[in-house]
């Protein structure tokens, strides 16, 4: 089995004195996709540049604690594709992938991290910027090569994967233009939300973030904003998918899935 961990990290160094690297370690994904590790390339070297015995791979935001994503793996990539080309969002430290080719498959495991709008209108806007530039370049992606996206992608797409929807509709993260962009990327561009083929009904075992507002960790008042979304051929590959709540290195929660393939 190839087994990928993704992980909003909330800051590498604060989730590291909270034990992350400790439960990766006796946990052996072959591959880790981080985001938010709002650290600047000084804060890593010589303590992050791997992680539970595997090689990172980094792009970093300009702006210091801030966003920044990478790709922890085990094997040796052919290719490293840092940004996707975009000039705004590439400055915020959003996409890093990694490409496993081979005379078989050209694969790619890539960690992202979608804007939040929580914050209020104008991020709002650059959210949907980066909606809408970042869907052909999937889309083209996908013609080209087999792939695993997984990271935060700020959205939680249907009723059944957040706690509160009725009282969300009009919040970040359950926009209605929000989830028609993810209805058309699973639709239409046929990428495959892995997690929900595996685990097609789960509810409040589904929720991968809490609010640090009120009690909602420990009342269980979540949202589901964590992903792998694969191409068919990959998806079809998944055989188990993991959510471990009760580990608490940031306010999101590991996501873990089995692949029935090896790099």
């Known amino acids: 089995m190839f087994k990928l961990t993704s992980l909003n990290l909330n800051g ?9 690297e400790s439960w990766l370690t006796s946990h052996q994904p072959d591959c880790i996709c981080v985001q938010e590790i709002k650290a600047q390339a000084p804060d890593l070297q010589g303590r992050f540049e791997e992680l539970a015995g595997l090689k990172g791979h980094f792009q970093l935001a300009e702006k210091k604690g801030y966003s920044g994503v990478a790709v922890y793996s085990r094997h040796e990539p052919s290719e490293v594709v840092i940004g996707y080309g975009s000039p705004e969002f590439d400055a915020e430290g959003r996409y890093v992938e990694l490409r496993f080719d081979t005379p078989r498959r050209k694969l790619s495991i890539i960690s992202a991290y979608f804007p939040s709008g929580s914050s209020g209108e104008e991020r709002q ?35 059944m994967d957040l706690k509160n929807w009725r009282s969300n509709q ?24 892995v997690y929900r083929q595996l685990q097609p009904t789960a509810t409040d075992t589904a929720y991968t973030w809490w609010s640090s507002r009120g009690q909602a960790y420990a009342n269980n008042v ?24 009760d580990v608490k290195f940031s306010d999101h929660a590991p996501l873990t899935i089995d692949y029935d393939f090896q790099i």
């Not at 993260?173 to 495959?192: I, N, Q, S």
């Not at 694969?230 to 709540?245: L, M, Q, T, V």
């Open 125 to 159: 806007q650059a959210k949907f910027r980066f909606l809408a530039e970042f869907y052909p370049h999937l889309v083209a992606l996908k013609k080209k090569r087999d792939f695993i996206l997984c990271g935060d992608v700020n959205i939680a797409h249907k009723e």
């Open 170 to 193: 009009k919040n970040s993260g359950f926009l209605p233009e929000e989830r028609a962009w993810m209805t058309k990327l699973l639709d239409e561009a046929k990428l495959v939300d």
């Open 222 to 245: 979540g949202w589901r904003l964590d992903y792998h979304l694969a191409s068919p051929a990959i998806a079809e590959a998944a055989r188990s998918a993991a959510i471990f709540k």
């Open 12 to 20: 590498i160094r604060s989730a590291a004195t909270k034990g992350v």
